[in-house]
């Protein structure tokens, strides 16, 4: 599915995840919307909840070999978005994505006092580790 959303304004909601938007299994393109003030909550104590006050967005049907690239049929487009006093209990105060390979391309967003335990902003599983090392001076 291709879904396209521009010049909506997503305000004041609250959920346990995805409070503004709640996106599975789709391409989603959004261009010049407003998320504002939306909440994601944790009451049952339940890892996954408490994620992604404006957008929470997941790819759990496809193969591995389908999330590698925003040219298959899961990806999360960003442009000329704004996402302002967010707020998630647990993870991703603006955006949480769930799966390791999702492509999120942000151009040219505003994010603004978007808060969370962890990543204020955005926020997804640990994609990779990199180590870094240096010659004996």
């Given at each position: 599915?291709?879904v396209?959303?521009?010049?909506n304004?997503?305000?004041?909601?609250?959920?346990?995840?995805?409070?503004?938007?709640?996106?599975?299994?789709?391409?989603?393109?959004?261009?010049?919307?407003?998320?504002?003030?939306?909440?994601?909550?944790?009451?049952?104590?339940?890892?996954?909840?408490?994620?992604?006050?404006?957008?929470?967005?997941?790819?759990?049907?496809?193969?591995?070999?389908?999330?590698?690239?925003?040219?298959?049929?899961?990806c999360?487009?960003?442009?000329?978005?704004?996402?302002?006093?967010?707020?998630?209990d647990?993870?991703?105060?603006?955006?949480?994505?769930t799966?390791?390979?999702?492509?999120?391309v942000?151009?040219?967003?505003?994010?603004?006092?978007?808060?969370?335990n962890?990543?204020?902003?955005?926020?997804?599983?640990?994609?990779?580790?990199?180590?870094e090392?240096?010659?004996?001076?």
């Open positions: 599915k291709n396209f959303l521009q010049h304004l997503i305000v004041d909601n609250m959920s346990n995840k995805g409070a503004g938007l709640y996106v599975t299994n789709s391409k989603v393109y959004l261009w010049r919307n407003k998320l504002i003030r939306n909440t994601a909550i944790y009451e049952d104590d339940k890892e996954e909840e408490g994620n992604g006050g404006g957008i929470y967005f997941s790819c759990s049907k496809v193969s591995t070999a389908e999330m590698r690239s925003c040219t298959d049929r899961c999360l487009f960003l442009e000329k978005n704004k996402f302002d006093s967010n707020e998630a647990n993870k991703g105060g603006a955006i949480m994505w799966d390791k390979n999702i492509t999120v942000p151009y040219s967003n505003w994010f603004t006092n978007n808060t969370a962890y990543a204020n902003n955005t926020g997804s599983l640990p994609t990779h580790l990199e180590a090392f240096k010659a004996d001076e």
